[in-house]
Each structure stands twice: as structure tokens, then as C-alpha cells.
């Protein structure tokens, strides 16, 4: 089976911005896609069902298969009912785009427990729910597509995002390890930190670099990591205005220290022990 064709492929957050894109792509691509959204303002307050409708009906008329679902992904209950929605409309699930995501931006010194919390439920937590609730239907099946949606604010840092930049990268870290357990299964985790103008970035990127940046231009990579032909898995993509471009973590070669250092031998070698000259793709020395 070619492509996304006759898969089902849930897309959180694909009431506007990046999810929409992503659902009429591979709804065009063959895919019967499930256009969850919660029709939240920015910062995650509000609830409605007028955004996921949309998009449905946009992709309807095109000739593509949808239907909606406005259940957070935030909640286990949210999202197990999202896969239900799956389930019951198309017969099973294939793929997941963990794409929803809320914004509460400030200062380290200005987060509250609040909006350290909001941001890294809907991203990390929801991402969390919605495989979590997805994965036996993936290893039942002995196949499974997911893209998580990282940032480079989570991969390189940026001032007024520690709760969005944290959940960003956990993100990547709960790739690692679910591309390690789905592999026997021919489950593949990938994760795409995207670079576009939607809501989300209205107003923090400049007009001029925003107006390069439509989020149609993401759409065919994410198309590409859930389709069938695609078997990597663990990867890291910035996509965005027309260039892809891999990220991975890197390590240097160990400084070794036969006996335990003296905090001065540690500075005599700081030099050597952060030179990453000599660096090679880091992998888990404990697996
Ligand atoms: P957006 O605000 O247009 O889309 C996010 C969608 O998620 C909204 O439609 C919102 O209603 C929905 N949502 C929020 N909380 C939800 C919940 N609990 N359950 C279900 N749906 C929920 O923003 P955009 O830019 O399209 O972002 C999509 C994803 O890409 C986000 O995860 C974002 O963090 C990520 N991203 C975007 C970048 C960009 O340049 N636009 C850069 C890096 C990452």
C-alpha cells in the first residue's frame, strides 16, 4: 500500500496553523484523517468545535475522508476517547501527528507553576495520552507512524519559552525511547521542530521572515515520516520555508580519569573535555 493511502492518521491541533496543513496534505495523499482540535485561544483557554469542523469541511470538499473530534489531548480520558473517535469512524488508527500545542511565553523569572504546567500538559503530557492510548492498536497491527512536534526553542533555547522549550525537548527524549521500544514493531517515532507563520508566531518572528514561511511548506515531510516507505525512526527535522535540515546530539571523545579527579585536574582539562572537534553521533553508553 502506497503512501498514506486507506491509513488512518490522527492530527492534534489540526483546527488551524501547521495541523490543518498537515490533515488536507495527507488527506489529499489518501489518508482518512482524524482533525482533532479543542478550538482553543493561544494561550489554551477557550473550548469549541467551530476550528476542527472547518478543516473537515475543507478537506471534504476536496474529495478527502475526515471527521472531527474536539476532545484535549491534555487528559488520558480526552485522548482515549480521540482514539475511540478513530476507531469508530475508519476501523483503526496508523499514524499520529502529536501536533496541538498552547503558548504561555514569560521569563524565567515571571512562570508561574501555572503556565510552567498548561504548556507541558498539552505538549508533553498530550503527546504522552494520545500514543499511550494508540500504542497496543500499534503493536497489534505490528505498525505504527508517529511525529512528534518538537521546537528549536525546546533543541537551542529561547528567552521566555523554559516551559514550552522543556516540553519541546522532552518531546525528543520520549522519541528516543519509544523508537527503541516500537522498532519490533515497525513502529517509527520521528520529530519535526517546525518553522512557520501561524498564530503561534504572529507576533514573536518578524513580518518579513514569517511572510517565507507558510506551513504548507512542512506539510510533505510529515506526509513523508507517516507514510509507509518511510522506516526511520528517531529522527529530529527543522523544516520550514523550504529547507529540511537534520539535528542530532553529538559527544566528543571521552576525557578519561583512571583515579577520581581533583576539581583542579578537572579545569587543567576543561579545554579537551569541551572541544567537540572530534565529535561523533552520541549514543547511550548504558543500552
Ligand atoms: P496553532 O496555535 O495554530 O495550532 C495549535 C493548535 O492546537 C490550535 O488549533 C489549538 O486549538 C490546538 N490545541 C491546543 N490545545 C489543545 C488540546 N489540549 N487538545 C487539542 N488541541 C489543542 O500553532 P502552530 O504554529 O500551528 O503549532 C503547531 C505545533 O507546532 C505546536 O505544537 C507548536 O508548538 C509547534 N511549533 C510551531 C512552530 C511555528 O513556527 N509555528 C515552531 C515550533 C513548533
Known sequence: MPGVTDRVVIVTGAGGGLGREYARLLAREGALVVVNDLGS?????????????????????????A??????????????????????????????????????????????????????RVHLSGAYHVTSAAWSHFREQGFGRIVMATSTSGLFGNFGQANYGAAKLGLVGLMNTLAIEGRKYDIT????????????????????????????????????LV???????????????????????F??????????????????????????????PGVNPAG
Open 41 to 65: 485561544a493561544r494561550d489554551g483557554t477557550g473550548f469549541g468545535t467551530a476550528m476542527a469542523d472547518k478543516v473537515v469541511g475543507e478537506i471534504r470538499a476536496e474529495g478527502g475522508a
Open 67 to 120: 471527521v472531527a473530534n474536539y476532545d484535549s489531548v491534555a487528559t488520558g480520558d480526552g485522548a482515549r476517547s480521540l482514539i475511540d473517535t478513530a476507531v469508530r469512524e475508519f476501523g483503526a488508527v496508523h499514524g499520529i501527528v502529536n501536533n496541538a500545542g498552547i503558548l504561555r511565553d514569560g521569563s524565567f523569572a515571571k512562570m508561574d507553576e501555572e503556565n510552567w504546567d498548561a504548556v507541558l
Open 189 to 224: 517515532v520521528n520529530a519535526v521542530a517546525p518553522m512557520a507563520a501561524t498564530r503561534m508566531t504572529a507576533d514573536i518572528a518578524p513580518a518579513d521572515l514569517l511572510q517565507k514561511l507558510p506551513p504548507a511548506h512542512v506539510a510533505p515531510v510529515v506526509g513523508y
Open 227 to 249: 507514510s509507509d516507505e518511510c522506516d526511520d525512526t528517531g529522527l529530529v527535522l527543522i523544516v520550514g520555508g523550504g529547507s529540511v535540515q537534520r539535528v542530532q546530539l
Open 251 to 280: 559527544a566528543n571523545k571521552p576525557v578519561l580519569f583512571p583515579e577520581v579527579p581533583t576539581v583542579d585536574e578537572v579545569r587543567e582539562n576543561w579545554s579537551r573535555i569541551t572541544d567537540m572537534s572530534d565529535a561523533q
